[in-house]
């Protein structure tokens, strides 16, 4: 089985940093794109960042010059750096992958379950 588990989420002041982390684990063949979503009360879940395998990058324009996108192919694991957070950042932060695992046909988008991100002064 393909899971993705994020960590790194928590409670931060405006102007404070959060590292996330999402590590992917199981049979897996290969990874293609990974990304980072959030979702606030309320609202549509949004694309925070993306990183193709090659990485190239692309940021929601709110994020820009704050957040970073990476990721360690060795380790099936891609990063959120969240520099000078501001309040509007609150959320529920989701890691997503295109995965092909072990022994199927295709590759399909994998969730992991989230974990929050709290700015609050």
């Known amino acids: 089985q393909v899971q993705l588990v994020e960590s790194g989420g928590g409670l931060a002041q405006p102007g404070e940093s959060l590292r996330l982390s999402c590590a992917a684990s199981?049979?897996?063949?290969?990874?293609?794109?990974m990304a980072w979503y959030r979702q606030a009360p309320g609202k549509q879940r949004e694309l925070v960042a993306r990183i193709t395998a090659g990485g190239r990058t692309n940021y929601e324009d709110s994020v820009k010059g704050r957040f970073t996108i990476s990721r360690d192919n060795a380790k099936n694991t891609i990063y959120l750096q969240m520099n000078n957070l501001k309040f509007e950042d609150t959320a529920v932060y989701y890691c997503?992958?295109?995965?092909?695992?072990?022994?199927?046909?295709?590759?399909?988008?994998?969730w992991g379950q989230g974990t929050q991100v709290t700015v609050s002064s």
């Open positions: 997503n992958g295109d995965i092909r695992p072990t022994g199927v046909a295709g590759s399909a988008y994998y």
């Open positions: 199981g049979s897996i063949l290969s990874i293609n794109v």
